[in-house]
């Protein structure tokens, strides 16, 4: 099982960026996924999740601001994220919740 992300980087505040977590090792289509992200010295926090059926949720603070979804065809998930503030600065992750694997990270700067 193995879960690369890519698409972070640094950006204003009010900007866009969009992560992507390109999955192999397990059927991709039949997973449940999700992405997390860490700041230093917090716990992982769960953002958004997506469902084999497509079903989604988010959690409050990113909630219409950061959208996640997947393309089973390419076995990639993604995480749009608009209006990004500072307190969005962290480590992400992609974690595919049915295998219980995760990604090495990703990190977003925003200042």
């Known amino acids: 099982v193995q879960l690369v992300e890519s698409g972070g980087g640094s950006v204003q505040p009010g900007g866009s960026l969009t992560l992507s977590c390109t999955a192999s090792?397990?059927?991709?289509?039949?997973?449940?996924m999700a992405w997390y992200r860490q700041t230093p010295g917090n716990d992982c926090e769960l953002l958004s999740y997506?469902?084999?059926?497509?079903?989604?949720h988010s959690v409050d603070s990113v909630k219409g601001r950061f959208t996640i979804s997947r393309d089973n065809a390419k076995n990639t998930l993604y995480l749009q994220m608009n209006s990004l503030k500072s307190e969005d600065t962290a480590l992400y992750y992609c974690?595919?919740?049915?295998?219980?694997?995760w990604g090495q990270g990703t990190q977003v700067t925003v200042s």
């Open positions: 090792g397990f059927s991709f289509g039949e997973a449940d």
């Open positions: 974690v595919g919740l049915t295998p219980g694997a």
């Open positions: 997506i469902n084999s059926d497509g079903s989604t």
